[in-house]
């Protein structure tokens, strides 16, 4: 496969948003352009090829001069271009699925160590506002009271809820995988949460809430199409978009006015945010 289809490929087999794949598109488009433009075979190069492709793409103007060389010229990035540094960041990103993709279909051996040439800046320095302590209260109300007077698929959507104060992000949830979902011997479950990558990620043992949801969920599972293994399913018994946890969130808060009004509101990354529980606030 030439690195070309790999990439249409990917972004058509994949779980991104919309938004992730045209911009992922753009970012591996951009790569390949550089490789063909300096004879760099895209399936056999190493990070000083990575790095002159993003100091000639886009850092050239902000480095005035400073060679992008290695972890001093990260860091200056990172200190004074923060928001460039994310930018470059994300780029990586990009390379690292679409570098994922190439291994699994046997097209390289192994994973460039693309974490060397990042700069390591948070994405999101200022988090969302997690729910007060009153706020949380009512919103395990607002999801108990979720029934089939709101919602014709309301089991799974309380499931959905409970998964967001688990600490799962709506990425994860819309990707969680039947087929790693383990049923302990006390009673309880775990889940692997995957990553933008499909990668199997972190370990969640699901509190008593979120199992009995699972439990009163999974007998009315829509019967799945060929080959798809998510947990949460659609019409259809297609996975839903990554968007819905989001929209499910604005609606069950929608029926109790401190959660209605609130400012900022209520979304499902600061339901995820807030937890089950109280946390300190370094953690």
Known sequence: MDPRTLLEHWLASGTLRPTSQATYHIEVTSWLDWCDENQVNPWAFGLEHIARWAHDRYLTNVLNGRPFDGPDALAWLAQHHPDIAKSHDKRITALTGYYTAARDAGLIRQLPE???????????ATPPKRLTPMERTVLFTCIGGWGPDQARHYRR?????????????????VRLDMRHLYELPDFTYEVRAPDDFENVGKKFTLEPLTVAALKAYLPYRPTSEDGVHELILGQGGRPIVSRYPNMLVQQICATHPLLADRKPPVTADVVAHTGYWDTPENS
């Open 157 to 173: 959507d309380r499931l959905i809820a409970y998964l967001l104060l688990e600490g799962l992000r709506p990425g994860e949830i």
């Open 114 to 124: 693309l974490n060397l040439i990042r700069s390591g800046v948070d994405r999101d």
